[in-house]
């Protein structure tokens, strides 16, 4: 957990989170890495798993991210290279998606159950999304990078269980 000591002033109540996902082949091994920055504080989280896909791992990270806060309330700017993320989240789409029982027009949303998470957890705080161009010498993302690499290679991963392959995805569709 990333506690936030003192007086609760606005200044420690604010957070920077920076994530990315990593993933070799897509689909394939998966990791992501998260730098939480607040208050004179800095914790790096990794992790990683056995199948799964690179989007998964973008959010998977703003998930772990937000999952290290020990408090609730906080002003929160979530960084992230993947448009996918950042668009989908604060364009309303996700919240969409969710409010159509998680459907996409006739098809099933795509990872409905890291955007069920990820919702949940923005409703604890007031939270932002940047999008930052990936692999530009942007430090924490170069730094989030190498970790989500190095969890990917990691031994004993854990499976992704609720990935499922796009052709399971497609026969869902049909129903």
């Keep these: 957990m990333m506690h936030v000591p003192g007086d609760m002033s606005d ?52 998930i772990a991210g937000l999952r290290a806060l020990d408090m609730e309330h906080m002003n929160v700017t979530v960084f992230s290279d993947s448009r996918y993320v950042v668009d989908m989240y604060m364009c309303g789409h996700a919240r969409r998606w969710k409010a159509n029982g998680w459907r996409r ?37 170069c730094r989030c990078d190498e970790l989500a690499v190095e969890a990917r290679l990691r031994e004993n991963l854990p499976l992704d269980d609720c990935y499922a392959p796009p052709a399971v995805m497609q026969q869902l569709s049909l129903f």
């Design 11 to 62: 200044a420690s109540k604010e957070i920077a989170i920076y994530t990315d996902g990593a993933c070799c082949p897509n689909p394939g091994r998966g990791g992501y890495g998260v730098i939480l920055a607040g208050h004179e504080q800095r914790r790096e989280i990794s992790g990683g798993f056995l199948k799964t896909t690179n989007n998964r791992m973008e959010l998977f990270s703003v």
């Design 105 to 141: 027009g006739n098809a099933p949303a795509l990872n409905s159950d890291l955007w069920a998470q990820l919702i949940a957890l923005c409703d604890k705080h007031e939270v932002k999304f940047v999008w930052i161009k990936g692999h530009s010498e942007h430090p924490e993302n």
